[in-house]
């Protein structure tokens, strides 16, 4: 953080600004135990976008009312987009500050996370019509919360009306979203202004769009009757349009709108998968439209003429070639020389194999370099095979063919295992360019061959969308990079997104090697232990509900009622909100109704009523609600669009596991030697501390500060019976 005007008199703001800044750059290590000079900090009120991107609850918290009020509608005005994990717990922080009140000065995705028994009657309309704007994806670990939300919005309707109004629709905002396809065909034409704000349309919800349309009680009116400027301000819904409605669309303007969808397109501004969807269907209609037209032969393959440069940079080019076409017409040279502009048009799948089949032709023993870092695009149609013939050597060559918006899960080892294998290096830089969403993809030696310093300066990366079987490699290597961290709060902090679920417990062989790291005898290879939970619980971590979801469910079975409300600390109530999750169900399962009733989870979980006592909405909710089935999870943030390789796009959410950790990997999951005071002979392993003021739960000798602690040294103990887990030894 540069020099700025406006120091700090407040030290726990300070500190704050100084742990969130350096939180944010795990590198920075040596920073000191007081935190930054007041005279070098900013105000929360001034602070710019990237560092308000790194909020962090637990700092956050120190704050008093006034500045943590500052701090949200700050981020407000700077239209901050945080993360559900990190919105959960503000959500909590603010409204234990009292500020739930001022929601209509707050981001509207905090809206999403608030208790929605505290809403009252009078500021329902305006509480829903705000949070409406908010990204519901968000809450896609929140099934509870997001039900809660929905039957906010119909009581503040009165119920759900036989047709929506142009003044409801404006109330519902993007919980138009969830509605089923009846009644989005019975509300008002606005609809489709709600609609343009959905990620993704389901196929009953694209008919029902098509529908609407075909009616012509639209803006646009009828098929025949549509313009330019009408399509384009139909934005992202043009590109559901179906084909039987394209055919009834002047020429002239079905033109000019491919034309213009093309030119977004090429300019970055359009999505692929809605550019291919859009252009699949619009060239549907224009061929059911030529077939039943006479045909008159000409003799020759190419009808349309020899493709040159100049026909490349027509907007309509995919109107005059089609796939056959573009493979007679397409010759050898034209192609060498104008790969790039050919492959910035959205060239549907067929005609993306067309160009790899001519590709192979004048390049039989691989694609040069230098066109590698074209071929974006096409990227998922190669086998491992394939990418064996290529050569990487570059670090942009890497970046380049992984920066698809495809899963590129049979692509990204082969890819990365061509670069290493000409001495190229996993730093931290191509970590951070690729995503932590092509870390799923890696194999485990790769990840293993990534040096913990590298790793340490990437940070903590997304790797929710990763199979477990690379969480469980992902898990090991992060120990290893961040267990030297000096304090809990920070191993915690870098360590989150890695404490996914664990597999069985297996025995492992003893490292000769000292190692920062604490011993497990009987270690589950990948994921966090029971052990490391209840450690995180006694350093008052207060884990967000969405981590807590991601832990495996046959550990959370083996955590009592304490120790999760523990854990949780001031997100406890959350679970409230993700009851119906497949892992919070799965545990509450397991409670009596007097454990239940201790986290006042005794209610029907389909009440709008909470742990904190009855909504304050006396109306009655109908019992048959028009909400359609959520669709996978999806964001508006970047990357987290990722159809799988080798097939039309689809989201991450579809892809299959990858298979098991293979059992060469294993020895990488046991970091250290017992040492003094460890015993295992058999069964599960507990964590047993010397100290309770301790630094870190991974932190060796080389991670304390002036030898202030000793690591905690697990006790191997005989299994109780129904523990989990077991040893296999």
């Known amino acids: 953080m540069g020099p700025r005007a406006g120091a700090l008199a407040n030290p726990g703001l300070i500190l704050v600004m100084w742990l969130t800044a350096h939180w944010s750059r795990p590198q920075a290590e040596g920073f000191s135990q007081g935190g930054l000079d007041a005279s070098r900090a900013d105000t929360w009120a001034s602070a710019n976008t990237s560092l308000l991107q790194g909020f962090w609850c637990q700092p956050a918290s120190q704050l008093s009312q006034d500045q943590l009020s500052a701090l949200i509608r700050r981020m407000a005005s700077q239209q901050v987009l945080l993360k559900a994990w990190q919105l959960s717990c503000l959500a909590n922080l603010a409204a234990r500050r009292g500020l739930q009140g001022d929601f209509a000065l707050h981001p509207p995705d905090l809206l999403l996370f608030y208790n929605l028994a505290q809403v009252r ?83 009953a919800q694209q008919a029902a769009l098509n529908t609407l349309l075909a009616r012509g009680r639209t803006m646009l009116g009828p098929p025949s009757s ?51 969807r859009f252009v699949t269907s619009f060239l549907e209609a224009k061929a059911k439209s030529l077939s039943s037209r006479p045909k008159r032969g000409t003799g020759r393959p190419c009808v349309r003429g020899n493709i040159t440069a100049a026909t490349l940079q027509d907007n309509l080019f995919l109107l005059h070639y089609d796939c056959s076409q573009l493979e007679f017409c397409l010759g050898s040279r034209v192609l060498r020389a104008n790969l790039d502009p050919l492959l910035q048009h959205p060239l549907p799948a067929e ?42 050597t570059s670090r942009n060559t890497v970046m380049a063919l992984l920066a698809s918006d495809v899963a590129l899960e049979n692509q990204t080892e082969a890819i990365l295992q061509k670069f290493l294998d000409h001495k ?72 989150r997104p890695y404490l996914g679920e664990t597999l069985p417990c297996v025995q492992i062989p003893l490292l000769q090697k000292p190692h920062p790291f604490p011993s497990y005898h009987f270690r589950p290879p990948g994921g966090a232990p029971v052990e490391e939970l209840q450690y995180l619980a006694q350093a008052n971590v207060s884990m967000d509900i969405h981590t807590f979801t991601n832990l495996n469910p046959q550990v959370l079975q083996n955590l009592s009622v304490d120790k999760v409300t523990t854990l949780l600390g001031q997100n406890v109530g959350d679970l409230q909100k993700a009851r119906s999750h497949p892992a919070i169900s799965s545990w509450l399962r397991s409670l009596n109704r007097s454990a239940l009733g201790e986290l006042g989870l005794d209610t029907d979980p389909s009440s709008p009523s909470g742990p904190s006592g009855p909504t304050r909405l006396t109306t009655t909710i109908p019992n048959t609600i028009p909400w359609a089935p959520h669709l996978a999870t999806t964001s508006r943030r970047p ?44 069964g599960t392993c507990t964590m047993a501390s010397e100290h309770s003021n301790v630094p870190a739960p991974h932190a060796g000798k080389l991670g304390l500060v002036d030898g202030a602690g000793r690591l905690p040294r697990p006790l191997c103990k005989p299994p109780v019976h129904g523990t989990w887990p077991r040893p296999t030894c």
């Open 121 to 203: 009657e009078a500021d329902c309309r305006a509480f829903t019509r705000r949070a409406a704007q908010g990204d519901t994806e968000l809450l896609a670990n929140l099934p509870d919360q997001r039900a809660a939300l929905q039957h906010l919005a119909l009581a503040c309707l009165g119920g759900l009306p036989p047709r929506l109004s142009a003044s409801d629709l404006l109330l519902l905002g993007v919980l138009v979203c969830d509605m089923d396809a009846s009644s989005i065909v019975a509300s008002d034409p606005h609809v489709l202004q709600n609609l343009q704000r959905c990620p993704r349309l389901t196929p």
């Open 424 to 495: 190229g290096r996993v730093t931290s830089a191509l970590l951070v360019a690729i995503g932590g969403s092509r870390l799923c993809w890696m194999s485990p030696q790769q990840i293993q061959a990534i040096q913990p310093s590298e790793f340490r300066l990437a940070g903590a990366l997304d790797i929710s969308s990763c199979p477990q079987s690379r969480k469980n490699v992902l898990y090991t290597k992060a120990r290893e990079a961040f267990g030297s961290t000096r304090t809990t709060a920070a191993y915690y902090r870098l360590m």
């Open 226 to 276: 549509w313009n330019l400027e009408g399509l384009q301000a139909l934005g992202p819904l043009a590109a559901y349009i179906s084909p039987s409605l394209w055919m009834q669309v002047q020429e002239a303007v079905g033109l000019a709108f491919f034309g213009s969808m093309v030119a977004t397109y090429r300019t970055g501004t359009l999505s692929q998968r809605d550019a291919r």
């Open 639 to 682: 990357g987290n669009e990722a159809p799988t390789s080798g097939s039309p796009p689809t989201h991450l959410g579809y892809l299959p596991l990858a298979v098991a950790l293979p059992s060469s990997l294993l020895w990488l999951l046991y970091w250290g030697t017992l040492g003094p005071g460890g015993d295992c002979s058999w």
């Open 351 to 392: 005609c993306q194999r067309v160009v790899k089949a001519k590709l192979a032709q004048v390049y039989p023993s691989g694609i040069p370099e230098e066109q590698l870092q074209l071929i974006t695009s096409l990227v998922y149609l190669y086998s491992f095979t394939e990418i064996g013939q290529w050569n990487i």
